[in-house]
């Protein structure tokens, strides 16, 4: 049909590799000048050389500079998410665990500055979220790997007509969501720095209340759509018990995921970790259902 080619087109010049190289060239070239302005800040406030209406730790711990670069990488993973989405569910959910994984470890760089030495360690609640963010990266890198290991053995099966049509249609998706990925940055980057700065202290103090799930919040919740409306398209080409089942399961992955960002201390990290767990086991199971038909 001639939207579906329309879609393929317009997919292929905006996700081009020419594009795709470019982009990351000034991630990289962003990522460095963002280190080297933190550090900067961080300077500038720790010696009282100018005055810095900034609530937080951010610009205290030399350690905390390391937060604005990974940013920066993660808007770029959330780019390669969008271009992956077409591929497959698996692939697409494999980059939202890596996803998930890299904010944890960001975290961990924005709370260092926050452990108290002084206190008890087991009564300090900082010092025991370090301690949950070390052992779930530890937890989700080693799902990850499993989960990727097990989806290079999934079966390749021929390309369709039907298949086609449906890889055209997820590029659709795609290119809908990329206008919005920019939007939704520059909105909640806007709003972030009107709170800090633009309004008095009584509503400065308030802030948000997590700075880990700027941004990510919202494009999750989004993507939980996206990936509710690709399932539903793929009752149109598909109608196998198995697949229905695993892209069902990989929808709930994203929801939990989701949920981890309005949660704190150790729910946080368990529901991240169950995600990937739910998916690796659901991938297995897939895996084992396809085998014995």
């Not at 087991?122 to 990850?144: R, T, V």
């Not at 206008?179 to 709003?191: Q, R, V």
Request: aromatic share 16%; glycine share 2%.
């Amino acid at each position: 049909m001639v939207w579906l080619n329309f879609l393929d087109t317009t997919f292929d010049k905006i996700f081009s590799s020419k594009i795709r190289n470019k982009i990351e060239r000034y991630i990289l070239l962003a990522s460095i000048l963002g280190f080297i302005i933190h550090l900067i800040l961080i300077y500038v406030n720790n010696y009282d050389i100018l005055n810095i209406k900034f609530s937080g730790s951010l610009l205290i711990d030399p350690i905390s500079a390391i937060y604005t670069p990974f940013s920066i990488i993660l808007f770029y993973e959330t780019y390669l998410l969008i271009f992956y989405l077409p591929r497959s569910f698996t692939t697409a959910i494999s980059k939202q665990f890596e996803i998930i994984s890299l904010i944890v470890i960001r975290k961990i760089f924005s709370d260092i500055p926050k452990i108290n030495l002084n206190t008890n360690w087991l009564e300090s609640p900082p010092n025991m979220q370090l301690i949950y963010d070390l052992f779930g990266i530890i937890i989700l890198f080693f799902l990850i790997y499993l989960f990727n290991l097990i989806k290079e053995k999934n079966p390749t099966k021929p390309i369709t007509d039907n298949i086609k049509r449906f890889i055209s249609t997820k590029k659709g998706v795609s290119i809908i969501l990329l206008p919005l990925l920019i939007i939704m940055s520059i909105h909640s980057a806007s709003n972030w720095i009107y709170e800090l700065y633009l309004v008095n202290e009584k509503i400065i103090s308030a802030g948000f209340s997590d700075i880990n799930s700027i941004f990510y919040n919202e494009f999750f919740t989004i993507l939980i759509l996206a990936d509710v409306f690709i399932l539903l398209l793929s009752f149109q080409y598909t109608e196998k018990y198995s697949q229905l089942i695993r892209n069902t399961g990989f929808v709930i992955c994203t929801i939990l995921i989701r949920l981890s960002f309005a949660s704190k201390g150790l729910t946080n990290i368990l529901l991240i970790v169950s995600s990937v767990l739910f998916g690796l086991i659901i991938l297995k199971i897939y895996q084992a259902f396809e085998k014995n038909i």
